[in-house]
């Protein structure tokens, strides 16, 4: 999966700026409220790899999700993933958003973020990133200057 912030959106879809991998950090004990926007503007293609027989023709979904990995959260609301008739929707259509929270209990480490809108093709379209869930009131910077961002594919990491 691949962030890009919504101010930027505009400049990654038309090739002026790349995306960057969906790497998140929070510290131990952390409530996570997380956003998703699902920017899908065309058909999502379908990829036969590896090759599986079915005995139905499918139809890569353009629905989109978040799904944690450790992280403690409702299963009924915040998991990102359908099951049968559950309500509510845990999956974004193109042009809409879906909030998501979880806890981090303790320190893991990190944590994979998964797509569930369509399993079976989405994770060959990279649809997937991490949070770290660091030590708590660890403190992250921006390799490169003094701003704090929770997001980055580098960080300075400061912990007590």
């Not at 949070?131 to 929770?150: D, F, H, L, T, W």
């Amino acid at each position: 999966m691949l962030f890009v912030p919504l101010d930027d959106a505009e400049d990654v879809r038309c090739g002026r700026k790349a995306p960057i991998p969906l790497i998140l950090r929070a510290n131990a004990g952390d409530w996570i409220e997380v956003t998703l926007h699902n920017l899908f503007d065309k058909p999502v293609l379908y990829h036969d790899y590896p090759s599986v027989p079915l005995d139905m023709e499918h139809r890569p979904s353009d629905r989109v999700s978040l799904s944690p990995q450790f992280l403690k959260h409702c299963p009924v609301c915040y998991a990102g993933v359908n099951v049968g008739f559950n309500k509510p929707e845990q999956t974004a259509a193109p042009g809409e958003c879906i909030k998501y929270l979880w806890h981090a209990d303790k320190e893991y480490g990190t944590c994979m973020l998964s797509s569930f809108g369509d399993l079976r093709n989405q994770r060959y379209h990279g649809l997937f990133g991490v949070i770290i869930i660091e030590p708590p009131a660890a403190q992250y910077y921006c390799n490169c200057s003094v701003r704090k961002e929770n997001f980055n594919e580098q960080a300075v990491i400061t912990a007590p």
